[in-house]
């Protein structure tokens, strides 16, 4: 009898932490690793690391976008150098604001992040702080064939396989421009606006660098879909 007991115990516990695991699943899927990403998900304990697997899986990251209002156009790979070229290349077709320079090439995992920064983060501060949605993003390049720093030896940039950009201010409904040579750092709404869409992206981005980094990024934020959890 004892024995049985124990038993119906047991079964007891297992589908009670059977339906909490199912549960967390179906609830809070941007916290689990394991569960698909979707670029519609709140952003999570886990959303850094799904962007990041995506890399080297461009199939996977274009059916992203074949399920949201985001769009990109696949963009041919190539290669230019051993060291330089474009991987899992998209161009970004319809995000929640435009761009400018209005053509943004570059690595489909950063596009997801991209979207994911904009849906989440950076129209909803917008509209709180600002009062207004954020109409154009300015920025200052993906791609380039180069090291760190544009130094002669040492480790490549990111921007050499375009798998970072760089953001340098935003453009509201209203007519508004921010900044971040301007403003960060100001006692002011737009000030306090940069602050929270930097922090806050650190959930989503693996590297977040601004002007806190170095002199090197005092006008713009350096973003990548990869890294390993840097953000100053």
């Given at each position: 009898m004892r024995m049985l007991v124990t038993l119906a115990v047991l079964a007891l516990v297992a589908y009670g932490g059977w339906r909490a695991f199912d549960y967390a699943e179906e609830t809070y899927p941007q916290h689990l690793p394991w569960?698909?990403?979707s670029l519609d998900d709140p952003i999570g304990h886990?959303?850094?690391?799904?962007?990041?697997?995506?890399?080297g899986d461009k199939p996977a990251c274009l059916a992203l976008f074949e399920t949201s209002d985001l769009a990109v156009t696949p963009f041919e790979d190539r290669m230019e150098t051993e060291q330089c070229g474009y991987v899992d290349a998209v161009?970004?077709?319809?995000?929640t604001a435009g761009y400018s320079p209005s053509t943004v090439r570059l690595s489909c995992?950063?596009?997801a992040a991209l979207g994911i920064w904009e849906q989440d983060v950076v129209q909803p501060a917008a509209r709180r702080v600002l009062g207004s949605e954020v109409a154009s993003i300015r920025q200052l390049g993906t791609y380039s064939c180069r090291r760190l720093y544009g130094r002669e030896s040492g480790n490549w940039s990111q921007h050499a396989t375009a798998q970072a950009i760089d953001i340098a201010g935003f453009t509201l409904a209203d007519g508004r421009s921010i900044s971040l040579a301007g403003d960060w750092g100001a006692d002011s709404d737009a000030g306090?606006?940069?602050?929270?869409i930097r922090n806050r992206g650190c959930g989503v981005f693996g590297?977040?660098?601004g002007p806190?980094?170095?002199a090197a990024h005092r006008d713009h934020f350096h973003l990548q879909a990869?890294?390993?959890?840097?953000c100053r």
């Open positions: 569960t698909p990403l886990a959303t850094s690391l799904k962007v990041a697997a995506l890399s161009t970004l077709d319809r995000m995992p950063l596009a306090a606006f940069l602050l929270e590297t977040m660098l806190e980094y170095n990869n890294g390993y959890g840097t």
